[in-house]
């Protein structure tokens, strides 16, 4: 069946360090990609997207690109912010429109 | 737009008591909803998908009797956990679908409740 593996965390960075979170994903089909955002106490806020091979999902500084090659959606930023601690959520919709989430990646930004 | 609500934003009960959450999508229609659950640090465990008119699809092993689902109509879904236990205290989030930019399918989230059973 579909699923989304994605890069365990914690993930801890300096102000302005680069960010690479790996997801990967098996699934039948042609599925959209995205990746979801969680600060905490809230609930969950779409990043970007990516609905087909080589699309480049872009927001914020975020970028992911959609490798069927390779079955990824990384997620990428150059330079992170405190603002950008939160949870990252990689997720796809598969055959029947129905989402599977990875486990989430924990991301703190230190000044 | 597509913006999705949620009440109570937090709720606290006592054991024994019921208690319903609702889910509503404000500015657009959605005829299917989804309830996940979340435990801290964790990811999202869909409990059950509500379509409006119909009867709720439960994930295996969610309690249907327990974790009763109602969508009436095409804005709002409730979710009424009954007979609460302290174990029923986690982070209930909604989302609702509806086609996005591109014509595919997005889901929407609301901004959780967090429900704490005493």
């Known amino acids: 069946g579909d699923s989304v593996t994605q890069m365990e965390g914690p993930v801890t960075l300096s102000e302005e360090a680069f960010l690479t979170i790996n997801c990967t994903y098996t699934a039948t089909g042609y599925p959209s990609l995205f990746w979801y955002v969680q600060y905490p106490g809230e609930g969950l806020q779409l990043l970007l997207k990516?609905?087909?091979?080589?699309d480049k999902g872009s927001n914020k500084g975020f970028e992911a690109t959609y490798r069927k090659e390779t079955t990824s959606f990384h997620l990428e930023k150059g330079s992170v912010q405190v603002s950008d601690s939160a949870v990252y959520f990689c997720a796809l919709s598969g055959t029947g429109n129905q989402f599977y989430f990875g486990t989430g990646t924990s991301l703190t930004v230190i000044p | 737009g597509a913006v999705v609500s949620q009440h109570p934003s937090w709720v606290i009960c006592k054991s024994g008591t019921s208690v319903k959450i609702e889910c509503r999508s404000l500015d657009f229609q959605a005829t299917t909803m989804f309830w996940y659950r979340q435990f801290p640090k964790q990811s999202l465990m869909l409990m059950a998908t509500s379509n409006e008119g119909s009867k709720a699809t439960y994930e295996q092993g969610v309690e249907k009797d327990k974790f009763l689902i109602n969508h009436a109509s095409l804005t709002l879904s409730t979710l009424t956990v009954t007979s609460a236990h302290p174990e029923d205290s986690s982070f209930y989030i909604c989302s609702a679908r509806a086609l996005g930019t591109g014509k595919t399918y997005e889901q929407y989230f609301g901004p959780g409740t967090r429900l704490t059973v005493t």
């Open positions: 990516a609905t087909k091979a080589d």
